[in-house]
């Protein structure tokens, strides 16, 4: 009894505390009072549900109990500054008026966690600000976590949170979704900031417990977000572009803790049900007939997780949703993709082509992927000198030892001896 | 809430490249004045007019130009009271020295 009252807590604090915490900053305005109260509520919860059981809706409970922590505590303080001000014999000041008792039902639109999420991503906040406060105040994962996510001393981390509620008061960043005529460019900043979480958690060497938690709680937001903002199907590309990545996720490093690429992976430790939601949701967002970047990214993964092996997949599709991609979003990272699936679909002379003149560009100068790109197409060309040195430069720029350690492998794949 | 706009350039010759048409705020003042959301406002003389005084052991310290050598140069301020930021930010969007300069939007001190 005792472990599932514990449970519904733990599971309570990973589903409902942005929405306990939203609902207070909407009350209040005050954000760290939000957090504070948050955390008041599910210790009470602590106590309180092991004697008189779980609550129907345990959601609701928290956000009430919360919102009236949140209440008294204001009216102590209201009250508190009337006797200092008394006890100064000052000339008395009219108290301001506590905040309403009277408040709007759960279920008022739009979700107060929307309003929040737009407000953590405000684009007057620095970027690594927006990521930070989006994860402390809509998932439970608390400062230290965050921290260690990011590999940042604590310190600095709770120093960046401050620094944000304080703007946000300060300079009167509105606690609101915005009117329509921001919205468009505001909901790409918010979706940026969920990719930019999900990749923190799922970029090549960065695997750990921290990392891991970061991006389930992406997709998290990620589905709340696709929820919220129906009509909008960049906000469920994302979300099938996440769960169509992270269904690789077991299967994309080997037992040593080494890179798999995509071709020689074990394609039955792909999560299955994930393909099969993810496909499902991109779809349907497909099928609203306002195609994204993150819609095309999607559409990408799915011919990947489609393919029953490496050679079955439909590279010439690949390419041409590449080739829609830079349209839509122009950039050298963009045709370096397109490049990979020509030169799988036409063959390695002509990627090599698209790629070398990418590199005359030389926007991706310190970017590892272009050197290892060009290695690998040389190396199937059979030029093996010209591909030992790209594989090195390749090397010399790879930014963690598992790509490190991948390409030291490709590379001793071809040197003689 | 109140902020302060300074309205900058981004080199200390003005804004190169801009008609004296497109620089005129007059059009921007007369709106924001009739949504009674711009309180005050004015041009101000360039660096080379300014200023700079420091008192230091009860003496007065001048010196000429202003208090930080930088190439950006403040050519003007507003102050403006709206709803929240979003709003301010969309007033200063309509200045026409944010096509070819800056503006620096600042918040008032509140306790």
């Known amino acids: 009894m005792r472990d599932a009252v514990k449970e519904a807590v733990a599971t309570a604090w990973s589903q ?71 006890a100064a014999r000052l000339a008395p000041e009219p108290v301001r008026p506590a905040p309403p008792d009277e ?19 405000h684009p007057a ?9 989006t994860l402390r105040t809509l998932t439970g994962l608390s400062t230290a976590e965050i921290a260690r996510a990011f590999l940042v001393p604590e310190g600095t ?87 169509l990545h992270d269904a690789r996720y077991a299967a994309r ?28 949701v991109l779809e349907a967002a497909l099928a609203e007939r306002r195609p994204g970047p993150y819609q095309v990214q999607a559409a990408v993964a799915a011919c990947h997780a489609e393919a029953v092996d490496a050679a079955a997949t439909d590279w010439a599709q690949i390419a041409l949703l590449y080739g829609e991609l830079a349209r839509m979003a122009p950039g050298p990272v963009v045709e370096l993709n397109r490049a990979v699936a020509v030169a799988m679909a036409e063959g390695p ?69 | 809430m109140k902020y302060l706009l300074l309205i900058c350039s981004e080199t200390a010759d003005g804004f190169p490249g801009a008609t004296p048409e497109e620089l005129d705020a007059t059009p921007w003042v007369e709106e924001m004045t009739r949504r009674r959301v711009r309180l005050d406002g004015n041009r101000t003389r360039p660096a080379e007019d300014a200023t700079t005084v420091r008192v230091r052991d009860g003496a007065q310290l001048l010196t000429d130009g202003p208090y930080a050598e930088t190439k950006e140069q403040m050519a003007g301020f507003d102050i403006i009271d709206c709803a929240d930021l979003d709003e301010a930010v969309e007033i200063a969007a309509k200045h026409p020295v944010a096509k070819f300069g800056m503006v620096e939007v600042r918040p008032f001190w509140t306790d």
């Open chain 1, 16 to 86: 409902e505390w942005g929405r306990v915490v939203a609902a207070v900053i909407r009350q209040t305005g005050d954000w760290s009072l939000a957090e504070e109260c948050a955390q008041d509520a599910f210790e009470r919860a602590l106590e309180r549900w092991p004697r008189d059981g779980v609550p129907r809706r345990p959601g609701a409970w928290l956000t009430t109990t919360a919102r009236n922590r949140a209440l008294d505590r204001l009216r102590r303080a209201a009250n508190e500054s009337v006797k200092l001000r008394e």
């Open chain 1, 103 to 121: 408040l709007p039902p759960d279920d008022a639109v739009p979700d107060d966690r929307l309003r929040l999420i737009f407000t953590c991503c």
């Open chain 1, 125 to 133: 906040l620095p970027l690594p600000a927006q990521v930070a406060l």
């Open chain 1, 157 to 243: 981390m709770a120093q960046r949170l401050t620094r944000a509620k304080n703007k946000i008061k300060n300079a009167g960043i509105p606690f609101r979704v915005p009117p329509p005529e921001l919205l468009p460019e505001r909901t790409a900043a918010v979706l940026a900031v969920l990719y930019l979480l999900f990749n923190a958690g799922y970029a090549p060497g960065a695997e750990g417990p921290d990392q891991r938690r970061v991006t389930a709680e992406a997709i998290r937001l990620a589905r709340l977000l696709a929820a919220l903002l129906p009509g909008e199907p960049e906000a469920a590309g994302l979300l099938a572009l996440m769960l």
């Open chain 1, 253 to 280: 490093t080997d037992a040593a803790g080494d890179l798999v690429p995509l071709d020689e992976q074990d394609r039955s430790r792909w999560d299955r049900r994930q393909i099969a939601e993810g496909t499902a």
């Open chain 1, 349 to 417: 002379e002509a990627g090599l082509a698209l790629v070398d003149a990418i590199a005359s560009g030389g926007e991706l100068a310190s970017y590892h992927l272009l050197p290892a790109t060009r290695a690998d197409l040389l190396r199937r060309l059979g030029r093996r000198r010209e591909a030992e040195s790209a594989y090195r430069e390749a090397l010399a720029l790879a930014p963690t030892a598992t790509e490190r350690r991948y390409l030291a492998c490709r590379l001793a794949s071809i040197t003689p001896g």
